[in-house]
C-alpha cells in the first residue's frame, strides 16, 4: 500500500522540481492545474493508506456463542419463528465482538436479558435514532412497510441490480464467491431488519408476545419461500446493504463502504463456515404455501391492540 503513495509522491516532487529548476513563467496556469491534480492524488492516496491500515488494526474477533440464550424466557416454537431469529444472525454476529459488551440472542423470541435494564434502555434508544420508533404504533408501521416490501419484491432478481456485478466481484475478494444469485431476490435485507425489529420491539416491551410471534412467522415463511439455502439469503442481503450504504460508487466510496461493511462481511464469513453457526442448525425444508396466508397474517399482526 505504501506503494501506492510513493508514486504520487515522486510525480509531486518532480513536478515542484521542475518548476524551481526551470521557473516556467509562461506555464504557470497549466503548472497549476496538473500539480493540483497531482496533489489530489496524494491526498487521495494518503487517506486510502491511513483508513486501510486503521482497519487492519481492527479486525473484530467474533464469539458465535454469545449468540445463544442458554436460559430463554420465552422459547422459539414453530419452525418459521426459528427461520426468522437465525437470519439475524447476518446482523447480531457484530454485536458478538469482544469489544463490544451486549448482548444479542438469536435462539429466543427475546433478543436481550429482559432483566438488564440497561440493555433494554440501549435498544430502546438505538431504535428510536436509527429507525425514529419509540412507540408501538411507530414499530408496526415499519415492520407493515418492510414486510410488504418484501413480499412486492419477491419476483425481482438480484441480477437486476445495476451494481450487481461489481458487488459479487467485491465480495468475492473479501473471501465470499457466491454462486448462482442471479435469480435471488433483492428482499433479504428487508427480511433481516423485519425480523431484527420485531423480536427487539418484543424484547423493550413495545408489543407483546404472540404480537412478536405473528410477525416471526410471517417473515420466517417469506424466507423459506423466497431462499432455498443460507448462502443465497447472506448474498441478497449483503449486497442489498451495500446497495443501501452507497454501492461502492467511486474510489472512494468503495473503500469507505469496504470498512463499514468489513464486520458483516466477516460475520457472514464466519456464519457460512464455521460449525457453531445457528445456520448449520436450521435448514430450509421445502414446502409452500399461499400468499393470500401471508396477507391475510399481515393484516392481523399489523392491527393495534
Same mark, same amino acid.
Given at each position: 500500500m505504501a506503494l501506492k503513495i510513493a508514486a504520487p509522491l515522486i510525480v509531486f516532487l518532480a513536478c515542484e522540481t521542475i518548476e524551481r529548476l526551470f521557473n516556467l513563467a509562461e506555464y504557470k496556469d497549466i503548472y497549476h492545474a496538473i500539480n493540483g491534480i497531482i496533489f489530489a492524488w496524494l491526498l487521495l492516496a494518503i487517506v486510502r493508506y491511513l483508513l486501510t491500515s486503521?482497519?487492519?488494526?481492527e479486525t473484530p474477533e467474533?464469539?458465535?456463542?454469545?449468540?445463544?440464550n442458554a436460559k430463554p424466557v420465552y422459547p422459539l416454537i414453530t419452525d418459521n419463528e426459528r427461520r426468522a431469529a437465525c437470519a439475524e444472525?447476518?446482523?447480531l454476529i457484530g454485536e458478538t465482538s469482544v469489544h463490544h459488551a451486549s448482548i444479542s440472542y438469536v435462539n429466543s423470541l427475546?433478543?436481550?436479558d429482559l432483566n438488564n435494564n440497561d440493555d433494554i434502555k440501549e435498544a430502546r434508544l438505538l431504535m #428510536?435514532?436509527?429507525?425514529?420508533?419509540?412507540?408501538d404504533r411507530a414499530l408496526r408501521k415499519t415492520l407493515r412497510q418492510l414486510i410488504t416490501s418484501a413480499t412486492s419484491c419477491a419476483d425481482i432478481p438480484m441480477k437486476s441490480i445495476a451494481a450487481k456485478e461489481r458487488y459479487m466481484t467485491f465480495l468475492q475478494n473479501q473471501?465470499?464467491?457466491?454462486q448462482d444469485v442471479d435469480t435471488c431476490p433483492i428482499t433479504g435485507y428487508d427480511l433481516v431488519r423485519a425480523s431484527w425489529l420485531a423480536r427487539i420491539?418484543?424484547?423493550v416491551g413495545y408489543i407483546d408476545e404472540q404480537e412478536a410471534r405473528d410477525f416471526l412467522n410471517i417473515i420466517g415463511e417469506l424466507i423459506q419461500q423466497q431462499y432455498s439455502s443460507w448462502e443465497q439469503l447472506t448474498? #441478497?442481503?449483503l449486497m442489498m446493504y451495500l446497495e443501501w450504504n452507497g454501492g461502492l460508487k467511486g474510489v472512494l466510496g468503495g473503500l469507505l463502504s469496504g470498512l463499514v461493511a468489513k464486520d458483516r462481511i466477516l460475520g457472514a464469513r464466519i456464519l457460512l463456515e464455521d460449525a457453531a453457526s445457528p445456520f448449520r442448525h436450521h435448514d430450509f425444508p421445502l414446502y409452500t404455501s399461499c400468499q393470500a396466508e401471508i396477507a391475510a397474517c399481515v393484516g392481523g399482526a399489523g392491527r393495534s391492540r
Open positions: 486503521q482497519a487492519e488494526k467474533f464469539a458465535i456463542a454469545k449468540l445463544y444472525a447476518l446482523y427475546e433478543q436481550l #428510536s435514532t436509527t429507525w425514529n420508533i419509540d412507540c473471501g465470499l464467491p457466491f420491539g418484543f424484547s448474498a #441478497s442481503y
